[in-house]
T-cell receptor
Framework: GAVVSQHPSWVICKSGTSVKIECRSL??????MFWYRQFPKQSLMLMAT?????????EQGVEKDKFLINHASLTLSTLTVTSAHPEDSSFYIC?????????????FGPGTRLTVL | SQQGEEDPQALSIQEGENATMNCSYK?????LQWYRQNSGRGLVHLIL?????REKHSGRLRVTLDTSKKSSSLLITASRAADTASYFC????????????FGTGTQLKVEL
């Protein structure tokens, strides 16, 4: 099946610094990618939809100036957590749908665990 | 919140037994998908059932969908210790493109 990678797999940073997470579709092109965050023992919450060639669409309550998303190419989307604080510590997961039909199966990256000290 | 509910939250069974997880959702949907997540890892797609389907099988998995009740169930037959994981349902709402809304998840533990 299709493969989605994320880098880094884990990162520890100091409060106030910015962290960039990459999401790549390795063997297919993705005009849309999704970013989720997941707190321990909880479900995935959609943060934003990354659109190649246009601005990302953010879910209600997600600060677009804090979570910067750039969909630089058909195979790469990046999420930058700016001025990170301990409450931003979480598991961040990206996904990309495969296929042209709406509501198709999605392939998920392995996730990035962010710890902010 | 539009998040779906899953029950049970946690399920512990013996190897060889069947495991059933239920999912309820709130909006009309294009399809419903089930995913598996091992601890601290990404999600693996298990099965997708479209709104006009009522039942689907894949190996040891059986999924049902009742759109009138806005509910779905995932049955894993003859469970194995390797099935231990968290299982999530996710719905693709009608008119929502490829956006998925995840359920709260069921933590399954299969003991030897």
């Amino acid at each position: 099946g299709a493969v989605v990678s994320q880098h880094p797999s884990w990162v520890i940073c100091k409060s106030g610094t910015s962290v960039k997470i990459e999401c790549r579709s390795l063997d297919f092109q993705a005009t849309t990618m999704f970013w989720y965050r997941q707190f321990p023992k909880q479900s995935l919450m959609l943060m934003a939809t990354s659109n190649e060639g246009s601005k990302a669409t953010y879910e209600q309550g997600v600060e677009k100036d804090k979570f910067l998303i750039n969909h630089a190419s058909l195979t790469l989307s990046t999420l930058t957590v700016t001025s990170a604080h301990p409450e931003d510590s979480s598991f961040y997961i990206c996904s990309a749908p495969v296929g042209n039909s709406r509501g198709d199966e999605q392939f998920f990256g392995p996730g990035t665990r962010l710890t902010v000290l | 919140s539009q998040q779906g509910e899953e029950d049970p939250q946690a399920l512990s069974i013996q190897e060889g037994e069947n495991a059933t997880m239920n999912c309820s959702y709130k909006t009309s949907i294009n399809n419903l998908q089930w995913y598996r997540q091992n601890s601290g890892r990404g999600l693996v797609h298990l099965i997708l059932i479209r709104s006009n389907e009522r039942e689907k099988h894949s190996g040891r998995l059986r999924v049902t969908l009742d759109t009138s009740k806005k509910s779905s169930s995932l049955l894993i037959t003859a469970s194995r210790a390797a099935d231990t994981a968290s299982y999530f349902c996710a719905t693709a709402p009608t008119g929502g493109g490829n956006k998925l809304t995840f359920g709260t998840g069921t933590q399954l533990k299969v003991e030897l």
